[in-house]
T-cell receptor
Framework: DVKVTQSSRYLVKRTGEKVFLECVQD?????MFWYRQDPGLGLRLIYF???????EKGDIPEGYSVSREKKERFSLILESASTNQTSMYLC????????????FGPGTRLTVT | AQKITQTQPGMFVQEKEAVTLDCTYD???????LFWYKQPSSGEMIFLIY??????QNATEGRYSLNFQKARKSANLVISASQLGDSAMYFC?????????????FGQGTILTVHP
């Protein structure tokens, strides 16, 4: 069974803090993704990575950065958290070349106060 | 650019009845894939069904079927014999061609409530 884990289910941070969200997958998938989910907007892609140290911007990268130093781990970084980054963050992974589903982690609900 | 539109913010259905959740899409890719995911109140994303753009038959998975109408660019999810456990948020999503690295574009979601 594919497993995608995220470091926290709930996180509360203060405005201006640097925030790290960690995602780990155990199935040797090449592609990893970070989405944020907001009511009425669905899931929107922040960044994705198709290989170690390789990353590409998604639809809403502003205010975020990512890091992928190992194949199994993909980190989302909020350099200076703001209240408009309060959201649910979902990590996902998928193997390269297989046109099937993405495997999602359980999500991190981040509140920035 | 790809776009997914789900026009039904909320849907209600009686237990044991069938329900259709609407999804329309827009893409310039010749090859693409369409997905439906279920998200219960616990938050996890559960994959339900997949349809490839070149698949001639509509996809089915148990009580779920995908009504794929390519010319109309629609990919509606049909749930037969609804159960109380089907109450959840449902997302339609699209994957582009092989150059897209499998990234998905999601619709806004539809909240389904099943009444006893």
């Amino acid at each position: 069974d594919v497993k995608v884990t995220q470091s926290s289910r709930y996180l509360v941070k203060r405005t201006g803090e640097k925030v790290f969200l960690e995602c780990v997958q155990d199935m040797d998938h090449e592609n990893m993704f970070w989405y944020r989910q907001d009511p009425g907007l669905g899931l929107r892609l922040i960044y994705f990575s198709y290989d170690v140290k390789m990353k590409e911007k998604g639809d809403i990268p502003e205010g975020y950065s990512v890091s992928r130093e190992k194949k199994e781990r993909f980190s989302l970084i909020l350099e200076s958290a703001s209240t408009n980054q309060t959201s649910m963050y979902l990590c996902a992974s998928t193997p390269q070349g297989v046109p099937y589903e993405q495997y999602f982690g359980p999500g991190t609900r981040l509140t920035v106060t | 650019a790809q776009k997914i539109t789900q026009t039904q913010p909320g849907m209600f259905v009686q237990e044991k009845e069938a329900v259709t959740l609407d999804c329309t899409y827009d893409t310039s890719d010749q090859s693409y894939g369409l997905f439906w995911y279920k998200q219960p109140s616990s938050g996890e994303m559960i994959f339900l069904i997949y349809q490839g753009s070149y698949d001639e038959q509509n996809a089915t998975e148990g009580r779920y079927s995908l009504n794929f109408q390519k010319a109309r660019k629609s990919a509606n999810l049909v749930i037969s014999a609804s159960q109380l456990g089907d109450s959840a948020m449902y997302f339609c999503a699209m994957r582009g061609d092989a150059t897209s690295y499998g990234k998905l574009t999601f619709g806004q979601g539809t909240i389904l409530t099943v009444h006893p």
